[in-house]
């Protein structure tokens, strides 16, 4: 039975090297007739979703404009450059003109009005509110993250489940993940005060979890790997940090103790932005891991297109199954980087909580050393 087995999983992995070497070729010659490959377009947010080769779903767009003052709703993009009420720009060889009619239709059957930035042809657009694939790809992180813990919560409604041992894969999966956050980020980092913040801990664990796993589903994208998200987690951070802030806390970030009064004019202003750049390097960390895995496994598969272009259909062929085994193993860390950094956000967040309580205890221990002599005294 072993070597069966063994038999059979050689035959598949010849399969797919088979696959790679002769279909990897045509699919890049395929793609250099219709078009180029754009790894930042299919990695930056955008205001359709790709379901290459089928096509792409237009998401509504939403905007503001003034001179008149208006809120303009489109289903399309399309259909905003067809009503001509917004232009579209095309650029070429440096210089820049407004298309219309034929030229514009043309545009749109080649698909370039989905990169276009739509223009009022009368006013100045001040705001656009438009959907776009990372606003989609968040929410629904966020209805998965809803979902289970309200499937979780149902399995603890009554008091003798609480105590009960988990039933099914999926309760003690999920169980053991709030365990984990609970006792080995949580307890150890916030300190006696945890409970206040273990429902922001979990549920940023939880959606940043899930929205990095979402990054490696085919036709889906991780809304982590959008700058805006995660300065929208940090911000949160930041504001349930410092909502918590004890006075001994604020006295140390703008007044520090025991320090010559000109000192302490230098020193505030530090500590402040030391404080407004430890949350900034927390979104920018999560930004640029999420963004640099796609871009890398994306830029090893143009390695294929770009032989193809250079060298001929042999040379991808060759080319071919080294891209996508260096692909597969490119995944496969990028499963566990999402927790990873799902683990590293989390936790970062808990010592910024635990450094805004623990203040206090520091406070009260210098103010203990200082009284001691003077009572001796």
Same mark, same amino acid.
Request: with cysteine; net charge negative.
């Given at each position: 039975?072993? /070597? ?30 219709? =078009? ?32 008149? @003052?208006? #809120? ?11 009503? +001509? ?11 820049? +003109? ?13 698909? +370039?009005? #989905? ?19 990372? *606003? ?27 105590? &009960? ?18 006792? +080995? ?35 889906? =994208?991780?809304?982590?790997?959008? %700058?805006? %998200? ?10 349930? =940090?410092?909502?918590? =802030?004890?006075?001994?806390? @604020?006295?140390?970030?703008? @007044? ?10 230098? *020193? ?27 871009? /890398?496994?994306?830029? /090893? ?26 692909? #597969? ?26 450094? &805004? *309580? ?16 003077? *009572?001796?005294?």
């Amino acid at each position: 039975m072993a /070597l069966n087995a063994n038999i059979r999983y050689r035959q598949i992995v010849l399969l797919l090297a088979a696959g790679c070497v002769f279909l990897g070729p045509r699919l890049a010659h395929a793609a250099d007739e219709e =078009g180029k490959l754009d790894a930042v377009a299919h990695t930056a947010d955008g205001v359709y979703l790709d379901f290459a080769p089928f096509g792409a779903v237009e998401l509504p767009r939403i905007f503001l404009r003034s001179d008149p @003052w208006g #809120l303009d709703v489109f289903p399309s993009t399309r259909s905003a450059l067809l009503s +001509e009420r917004y232009v579209m720009e095309h650029k070429e060889d440096g210089h820049a +003109e407004i298309l219309h009619g034929e030229a514009l239709r043309d545009a749109i059957d080649h698909h +370039e009005h #989905l990169y276009a930035k739509p223009k009022p042809a009368q006013g100045t657009l001040v705001l656009d509110l438009s959907i776009t694939r990372h *606003l989609v790809f968040g929410v629904l992180a966020a209805l998965i993250v809803v979902a289970i813990f309200l499937g979780l919560a149902r399995r603890y409604r009554r008091p003798e489940d609480r105590v &009960a041992a988990p039933r099914g894969i999926f309760q003690n999966m999920f169980e053991a993940l709030v365990i984990f956050v609970r006792d +080995e980020i949580a307890k150890p980092c916030v300190g006696p005060r945890y409970r206040e913040f273990l429902p922001f801990l979990l549920t940023a664990f939880m959606f940043i979890l899930c929205a990095n796993l979402m990054g490696l589903a085919p036709y889906l =994208g991780a809304a982590t790997s959008n %700058v805006a %998200v995660t300065f929208t987690l940090a911000a949160f951070t930041f504001v349930a =940090g410092q909502r918590k =802030g004890t006075k001994a806390y @604020w006295t140390h970030l703008f @007044w520090p103790p025991g320090v010559p009064l000109p000192v302490k004019f230098i *020193l505030a202003p530090i500590e402040l932005v030391s404080l407004i750049a430890k949350h900034f390097a927390l979104a920018l960390r999560l930004f640029a891991n999420m963004m640099s895995g796609s871009l /890398l496994i994306l830029s /090893l598969i143009g390695i294929i297109f770009t032989i193809n272009v250079l060298f001929g259909s042999l040379a991808a062929a060759l080319v071919a199954p080294v891209g996508v085994a260096f692909t #597969l193993f490119i995944t496969f860390i990028k499963i566990a980087v999402a927790f990873i950094h799902a683990f590293v956000f989390t936790l970062l967040s808990a010592i910024f909580f635990g450094m &805004a *309580l623990e203040e206090d205890e520091h406070h009260e221990e210098e103010t203990s050393a200082e009284e001691q002599p003077a *009572l001796a005294g």
